[in-house]
Nanobody, 120 residues
Framework: QVQLVESGGGLVQPGGSLRLSCAAS????????MGWYRQPPGKQRELVATIARSGSTNYADAVKGRFTVSRDNAKNTAYLQMNSLEPEDTAVYYC??????????????WGQGIQVTVSS
């Protein structure tokens, strides 16, 4: 059994910053790719950022230069540093992780989602 728990969301004013964390726990042999998606109100879920185990990253155009994804492999934890937040960043943010169980099987697991609201 694997769980992903997100933390760090909340309400912030435009121009402010937040740092999201995503901690994976349970029967983990190895965490592979990790990352973040978001779902704005009334819209579909969209990719925000991904990070490979090696540390290579990929960002959606809308967040490039403002958001930074990082990870701590020893803690099975990913982070999303969000700066210069805009009202358009308001969404439920979901983390994911591709996790191996020590066999040849890797599965994608999702967090429960955390609300980020950018408003004055």
């Amino acid at each position: 059994q694997v769980q992903l728990v997100e933390s760090g969301g909340g309400l912030v004013q435009p121009g402010g910053s937040l740092r999201l964390s995503c901690a994976a726990s349970g029967s983990i042999f190895r965490t592979d790719a990790m990352g973040w998606y978001r779902q704005p109100p009334g819209k579909q879920r969209e990719l925000v950022a991904t990070i490979a185990r090696s540390g290579s990253t990929n960002y959606a155009d809308a967040v490039k230069g403002r958001f930074t994804v990082s990870r701590d492999n020893a803690k099975n934890t990913a982070y999303l540093q969000m700066n210069s937040l805009e009202p358009e960043d308001t969404a439920v943010y979901y983390c994911y992780s591709v996790i191996g169980d020590g066999t040849s099987t890797f599965r994608r697991y999702w967090g429960q989602g955390i609300q980020v609201t950018v408003s004055s």
